[in-house]
Structures are given as C-alpha cells and as structure tokens.
C-alpha cells in the first residue's frame, strides 16, 4: 500500500515562499512520476508540476513556471515544492501523487489527474494580498 503525507502549508503573504513536502512510504517509487496538484473552492483540481523519481524530468503548469521548483529526495522517500513569490491566486489545497504507471508516458499525459492512482489528504496553502 502507497502512503503519501504533505505537510508544510499556512498562511503566508503574496510575495512569500512556502517549501511543501510529500513523503511517501510503502511500495517502491522507482520509474514512478510524482506530481503536485492543487484545488480551490469551487474549482475542479489542477496540475502544478510533476518530477520523474529516476531521472527528475520535470515539468510546470504555465501559472507556476519560474516560481515553483520541484525536486525530489529519493534517500527520504520526500518530494518537495518550492513556491516562491506567491500570490492570491495559488490558494488552495495541494496534494502530491503518484503515477499508475511506471513508465514516463510524456509531459502531458503525466499532468492529467486521472494519470495518478495514490493520492494524499492536502495540505492548504492560503495566501493574503
């Protein structure tokens, strides 16, 4: 069975930076494809960015290019988002997931929600103007 826990939310400024984390235990992760997504009320969830645990192929929602960095720590099992000069609009609650299959199939098959089997609870990120 997959685990994945986020942790690292709260409330901070627009301008500020948060550093969300997603450590995952159980099966193994190798060749898997991690991924960031989030949800605001009333609006149906959406990609942020997605790592490759191998290789750290990486990939960004436009919204989030050139703020948030993705990486990963394979010796802790953690995933990590740095979210930098944040505003209003990235409110929300964000999860991180795993893929359902072990090969890469390309940057935009690996950011649709229906690509990830395991998913963890969230952690909200709020964030005041």
């Known amino acids: 069975q997959v685990q994945l826990v986020e942790s690292g939310g709260g409330l901070v400024q627009a301008g500020g930076s948060l550093r969300l984390s997603c450590t995952a235990s159980?099966?193994?992760?190798?060749?898997?494809?991690m991924g960031w997504f989030r949800q605001a009320p009333g609006k149906e969830r959406e990609f942020v960015a997605h790592?490759?645990?191998?290789?750290?192929?990486?990939y960004y929602a436009d919204s989030v290019k050139g703020r948030f960095t993705i990486s990963r720590d394979t010796a802790k099992n953690t995933v990590y988002l740095q979210m930098n000069n944040l505003k209003p609009e990235d409110t929300a609650v964000y999860s991180c997931a795993r893929s359902s299959s072990a090969y890469y199939l390309g940057s935009v098959p690996a950011a649709r929600p229906q690509s990830y089997s395991y998913w963890g609870q969230g952690t909200q990120v709020t964030v005041s103007s």
């Open positions: 790592i490759t645990w191998s290789g750290g192929i990486t």
């Open positions: 159980g099966r193994s992760f190798s060749n898997y494809v």
